[in-house]
């Protein structure tokens, strides 16, 4: 939040500002402070202390606001799941012209580019996460399974909708997924968009079959 | 690995001639201390109830009824029982799968009789299941290592199924990582959620994917509909 968009700008000082701007720019400053701490060195080792340090935010406005070191993390860690659906739908939205290939692979590549250059968030948000407890899994897996619609547009595309299993949608991402987490654990998050091609075969593949899903593959593969 | 040598596997079936055998799982005797093997099968077990975050000396120790010298005994800490146990568990597991594929002469029948034991032995016991699946990812990067290691020779039995397949026919070399990540992710999402039940019911699906991309759609249907029978 810009503090330009406030409704009185010749009242422009921080006391001046309404409380709930106050408590809300605290409240982000912490999601975010908890963001770059986890993401640096770890859930586990993150402590509280470490993000208040960072975020400049005392201690009792982090016990007024969060119930604790695990329930801030969680908050933020839908937030950044939020970026990433909205940028994926953003691609996948920007090709709405094209064969619904085409528009994974759009999709894929957005997501591949947001967590190279993001790979600290990357490696919370894909490998961190499965280490941190029973709360932090299941916001995992309910944040993969936003992507389904995505994926799930390709059974009318594959054209044999009734015959596909009903696990596909999940089953793809579950081995996209996999991929990037072997990545990014290995620490080549930063170059994630090598195996796009890869990623684009995995999540076509049980749609469109092995034939259609390589020729996808080749094509990103060779940046046409 | 100088741990996994003291633990032999004995297999009580003898692959393809023990089919006149009424029980559906080759029988498996460990041969290892039998304290040790206590502590290990009591480690799988509590990390499988209350996860590997929460595991401790003192729960092994009253799930087994053993002293505390017994435990550290064979182990220096929970870390280094729990990555024993891993590999106990999953080798016991592994050779049961083995076994079971080893009865079948086609890659279809070898990945249909493997997939079917590893399915059975989850449904059987989802705790075992959430200690080796879900949990690993809790115990640090050992552990990790030894979950890639293992993903990695299911991967390459997935691939086995190319020296069936004409050369200029074969899928990419990435496709069989798909499909073992695939798998893992279902199995592992019904874990991790306490969904106990149906894992048998997840062998169509399991059977479509792998052979759909080496034997196409209509060879992956076929061996979908014959899983679902």
């Given amino acids: 939040m810009d503090s330009s968009s406030a409704p009185n700008p010749t009242k422009a000082t921080s006391s001046d500002l309404p409380r709930a701007y106050l408590v809300r720019s605290e409240r982000e400053r912490l999601l975010e402070a908890m963001l770059r701490v986890s993401a640096a060195k770890g859930y586990e080792t993150t402590s509280v202390d470490d993000v208040l340090a960072v975020a400049g935010v005392s201690r009792e406005a982090f016990d007024q606001m969060f119930a604790g070191k695990e329930a801030c993390f969680l908050e933020a860690y839908e937030a950044v799941f939020d970026v990433l659906v909205a940028h994926v739908t953003a691609a996948f939205e920007a090709a709405a012209g094209e064969p619904w290939p085409q528009r994974i692979v759009a999709g894929l590549s957005a997501l591949v580019g947001l967590l190279s250059i993001e790979a600290g968030i990357a490696r919370l948000a894909m490998v961190e996460v499965t280490a941190a407890g029973e709360a932090a899994r299941a916001r995992y897996r309910s944040a993969l399974a936003r992507f389904t619609p995505f994926l799930e547009e390709g059974r009318d595309y594959s054209g044999q909708s009734e015959e596909l299993p009903a696990d596909t949608a999940r089953f793809a991402i579950g081995g996209a997924t996999s991929m990037i987490f072997d990545e990014v654990r290995a620490g080549r998050g930063p170059e994630l968009k090598r195996i796009l091609p890869d990623l684009v075969f995995a999540v076509l593949m049980p749609y469109i079959g092995p034939e259609a899903a390589e020729d996808e593959m080749r094509r990103v593969a060779r940046g046409t | ?229």
């Fill in chain 2, 1 to 229: 690995m100088g741990k996994q040598a003291a633990t032999k596997v004995r297999a009580g079936a003898k692959g393809a001639g023990a089919g006149d055998r009424s029980t559906p799982a080759p029988t498996l005797r460990l041969v290892v201390s039998p304290k040790r093997q206590q502590i290990l099968e009591g480690m799988l077990e509590v990390v499988g109830d209350y996860g590997y975050e929460a595991a401790s000396v003192q729960k092994v120790l009253d799930i087994t009824d053993l002293y505390r010298q017994a435990f550290y005994d064979s182990f220096k800490d929970v870390e280094s029982c729990y990555l024993a146990a891993l590999d106990f568990g999953v080798g016991r597991t592994e050779a049961a799968v083995k076994a079971a594929a080893a009865a079948e002469e086609s890659w279809r029948g070898k990945l249909r009789a493997g997939l079917t034991t590893l399915l059975e032995a989850l449904e059987a016991n989802p705790g075992l299941g959430r200690a080796l699946i879900v949990e690993v990812h809790a115990a640090g990067p050992k552990a990790l290592k030894r979950r890639s290691a293992a993903m990695k020779r299911v991967t390459d039995f997935i691939d086995s199924a190319r020296d069936e397949v004409d050369t200029d026919e074969a899928p990419p070399g990435i496709a069989a990582e798909g499909i073992a990540a695939g798998m893992h992710s279902l199995v592992h999402a019904k874990l991790a959620a306490g969904d106990v039940e149906g894992f048998r019911e997840l062998l169509p699906d399991f059977m479509y994917f792998a052979v759909l991309p080496y034997f196409g759609p209509e060879a992956a249907a076929k061996e979908m509909q014959a899983a679902k029978a």
